[in-house]
Each structure stands twice: as C-alpha cells, then as structure tokens.
C-alpha cells in the first residue's frame, strides 16, 4: 500500500529564511508525486509535481522539490520565504495513471515570523 | 474561466440524518474526485467519477455514495450521519489520465 509521511506537522520561520518541508513516500513503484498549498479557507492548489525525468522540479511561487529514489523522499524547498506562504502543505503520491487515487500525507503548517 | 464551485460551503446536521453535497466541476473536466479531510486523518480519496461512471473508490463505508450527472456535475451522499463525519469535503475536477487537479473550496459539514 502506498503511504506518505510528513514528519513536521508545524513549522516556523522567518521571513526571508529558507524552508525545507520534508516528505517520505512508501510506494511499490516509480509513483507520481505532489506537492499542494492549502491557504486557510481554500482547497489545494498544485505547487508542483514529478512524473519522470530531471529529479529537481521547479514549481510555482518560487518552490521546487528534490526527488531522492534512493531516500524515497521528495523534499520541498524555497529559498526565501515571504509572509503570504504561510499555509498547510501537503505532499502526496499515486499511481502512475495519474491523479486519481491520490494518497496524501498529513500535512504540514506553516508559520512566518516578520 | 470559471473554477470548481461546491455547494453548500458550510452544513451543520444532527447524527442520523443524511446529506447531499454538490460539485460544479471546470467547464470541459469530466472527472471529479471527492476528499474528506479531517484533522486526525488528514485528506483520504472518497471516489472518482469520469463520464458518470465510478472509476476509482477509497476505503469508506457504504454509507457515503456518489453520482455524477451527464454535465459532469456531481454530487455526494451520507447517509445516516455520525459524528465522526465531520470534515471539510473537497472536490477536484479534471480532464482525467495525467491532467492536473484542480480543487474546490470545500463544504464543511458539521455533524451534532
């Protein structure tokens, strides 16, 4: 069965550090990975993805990810962060069909401190 | 273009009754999945429909069912409610196959 596991549930930063959100995937196959933004209020929204090719993924905001086959992780990162990334980040996988069937990890909030 | 609307946002019910929650999909998406996040377990895959037909079924009980009408449009049921129901509901639309999700607000249902 595939799992995912966020071991941070809360983190806090400062504004301008840097941000490394860590995530663990249990999977029986090459999967597809997630990673999603839930701000207070709203669904998720797509950050970025990996499905094959280049391991290090550039995503929207300023994020990327780094998929580690042999860590099974698929970290994510942001180089400077600004008070508006503060949310609930999730990171998810699933089958290679797809998004359906998606299993997502518990999640991890963000705080920024100015 | 419009995104995925769900209807209603917020929904208190008392246990034993039963719900209907609706998801207007993106003009063009023909498949829609349901989620149901909770603090304790987090977001856990209700069901996918694509072009009314159920597709794909997480580990839920009997009790929650689904349709997806000819307009894509879907709705969800729970019957007899129990506290434990409790949850924001999302719904995601999308083509389909490797096609991005896009998710809804959310319906917050609330079960006393």
């Known amino acids: 069965a595939q799992s995912v596991t966020q071991p941070d549930i809360h983190i806090t930063v400062s504004e301008g550090a840097s941000l490394e959100l860590r995530c663990n995937y249990s999977y029986g196959a090459t999967p597809y990975l997630f990673w999603y933004v839930q701000s207070p209020g709203q669904g998720l929204q797509l950050l970025l993805k990996y499905f094959s090719g280049d391991t290090l993924v550039q995503g929207i905001k300023g994020f990327e990810a780094e998929f580690k086959r042999s860590q099974s992780s698929f970290n994510l990162r942001k180089p400077s962060v600004h008070w508006s990334d503060a949310a609930e980040y999730f990171c998810?996988?699933?089958?290679?069909?797809?998004?359906?069937?998606?299993?997502f990890g518990t999640g991890t909030k963000l705080q920024v401190i100015p | 273009k419009a995104g995925v609307t769900q209807t209603p946002r917020y929904l208190i019910k008392t246990r034993g009754q039963q719900v209907t929650l609706s998801c207007s999909p993106i003009?063009?998406?023909?498949?829609v999945s349901w989620y149901q996040q909770t603090p304790g377990q987090g977001l856990q895959f209700l069901f996918e429909y694509f072009s009314e037909t159920q597709r794909n079924k997480g580990n839920f009980p009997g009790r929650f069912s689904g349709r997806q009408f000819s307009n894509s449009r879907s709705e969800m049921n729970v019957s007899t409610l129990e506290l434990g129901d409790s949850a924001l509901y999302l719904c995601?639309?999308?083509?389909?196959?490797?096609?991005?999700?896009?998710f809804g607000p959310g319906t917050r249902l609330t079960v006393l």
């Open positions: 003009s063009g998406h023909r498949s």
């Open positions: 995601a639309s999308s083509l389909g196959g490797q096609n991005e999700q896009f």
């Open positions: 998810a996988v699933g089958p290679r069909g797809g998004y359906q069937k998606v299993t």
